[in-house]
């Protein structure tokens, strides 16, 4: 997915407001003082069956000495430089101030596609006369939104996505497994695609871009071909100072998101930390099938049992994602290379595999005859029908008499008579329950 959408304009004309609409949940703060929402905030949204990025930026005062605010104005540049689309958000209460003018100026420079959105267009018909002293901005056709009540918010996006790319540009042949190298800086992601490179000689293509960006390399080995995206660092975000970096967060994201297979890079000389449990959490929502390889383990003091001992701390650590495989590498030495991508190709299978839903019926009679559904009030579960319904990861339908009697711990035990009956031990699965006539 590399369609991203930034909503900007000055402060309190109802960005934010926009933004938790159009991505159905509360992720900025709203709230009716300039100045609340001072990073940009990314979520995820679907139009037309495609999904996108929308960022929302802090408000842009253009002429400002304030510090924060020239802070937020350099916020608001950097995401109009990376967006496709921009929407820039003005305030039909107020009327045409001359800071959108500034702004509308700054958006022409930038040569970028605009869609103008006059906000808090609230009553429901005709829009309100004032609308059209917006067209001297001289960004085209102003739209009439109600971000409150998201009235007009579906001609927003349609007007969008007249300038976004019919596919993602970077789209590669379906046999190719695409995967993506995320970690905490200095875990060695850039070291381990420069060593796999390096020793094959047979990069296809090397789309340039700088080390903050992800960056992918096309690369052939033992007759298959891989593209590895590499990712800035994802820090902690009391770590994150500088303004560009906060958008290298957004792209690692991204990265996820157009992945099949996801390598967690964990450096053995710190151990597991809490970052790395955000960067693999995410991965793991995103149902994308990983790798955990420990890097710069030659560079630790081993006994016959260290080994043993980092993998059993790592599965407690990683209990959330207990499916994934651990691998000891060096990016330096090339120690383990093989098995890495050993790895990445089982669980990228396992990850794609689809069952047929008369195996899955055979599984789910016997599954139910060895352990009884559980019951309540003399009421008992009943399983009718599996099916698998998409892959990446494997989802699978069960269609029962009743939701609340489907236990979790009935939910976690079928899951685990599928992983072990069509060998998904390496890829996250779901389970989708419905009552039969949904």
């Given amino acids: 997915m590399n369609r991203l959408i930034a909503i900007v304009g000055r402060p309190n004309v109802g960005k934010s407001t926009l933004f938790n609409k159009l991505i159905g949940q509360r992720l900025s703060i709203v709230e009716d003082t300039p100045g609340v929402t001072r990073d940009r905030i990314y979520g995820k949204a679907e139009w037309r069956n495609k999904g996108f990025m929308l960022v929302d930026t802090g408000g842009i005062e253009p002429d400002t000495k304030d510090v924060i605010l020239s802070q937020m104005r350099e916020q608001a540049q950097l995401a109009i430089d990376s967006a496709n689309v921009i929407i820039f958000v003005v305030d039909i209460t107020t009327g045409m101030t001359a800071n959108d003018q500034s702004v509308a100026d700054m958006l022409l420079k930038s040569g970028k596609p605009v869609v103008l959105c006059v906000n808090k267009c609230d009553s429901v018909g005709e829009p309100p006369a004032e609308i059209y002293e917006f067209y001297n901005l001289g960004l085209g056709d102003p739209i009439p939104v109600s971000s409150v009540h998201g009235h007009g918010t579906g001609d927003l996006l349609d007007a969008a996505f007249e300038f976004m790319p019919e596919d993602d540009a970077d789209d590669y042949d379906d046999s190719i497994i695409k995967v993506a190298v995320i970690g905490k800086p200095n875990a060695g992601k850039s070291s381990l695609i420069n060593k796999i490179a390096g020793e094959q000689r047979v990069i296809v293509s090397d789309i340039a871009g700088t080390t903050r960006d992800a960056i992918d390399t096309v690369i052939e080995r033992d007759g298959e071909k891989y593209v590895f995206i590499d990712t800035a660092g994802i820090r902690r975000k009391s770590k994150i100072t500088e303004s560009v970096e906060k958008y290298s967060v957004l792209r690692a994201y991204m990265a996820i998101d157009r992945a099949d ?22 991965a793991h929502e995103q149902g994308k099938a990983c790798v955990i390889a420990v890097n710069k383990w030659d560079s630790i003091e081993k006994t016959d ?24 590498i060096s990016a330096l030495t090339g120690q383990r290379i093989d098995k890495l991508f050993e790895l990445i190709r089982y669980t990228a299978e396992q990850n794609s595999r689809r069952i047929t ?11 139910t005859a060895r352990v009884q559904p559980p019951s309540d009030k003399g009421k008992r579960l009943k399983l009718y029908y599996m099916t698998q319904a998409s892959t990446k990861p494997p989802t699978f339908v069960v269609f029962c008499n009743s939701k609340d009697l489907f236990h979790y711990s009935y939910q976690r035990y079928i899951e685990n008579q599928v992983r072990e009956s069509f060998s998904l031990d390496s890829t996250p699965i779901r389970i989708v329950v419905r009552e039969r006539g949904e």
């Fill in 357 to 367: 839903t008369g195996m899955l019926n055979d599984l789910l009679s016997y599954a």
């Fill in 305 to 328: 049992k260290t080994m043993n001992e980092f993998r059993k701390k790592l599965e407690v650590d990683f209990s959330f994602m207990s499916y994934a495989p651990f691998v000891f």
């Fill in 261 to 282: 297979v996801c390598v967690i890079m964990i450096d053995a000389n710190e151990g597991y930390t809490e970052q790395d449990s955000k960067v693999a959490g995410y």
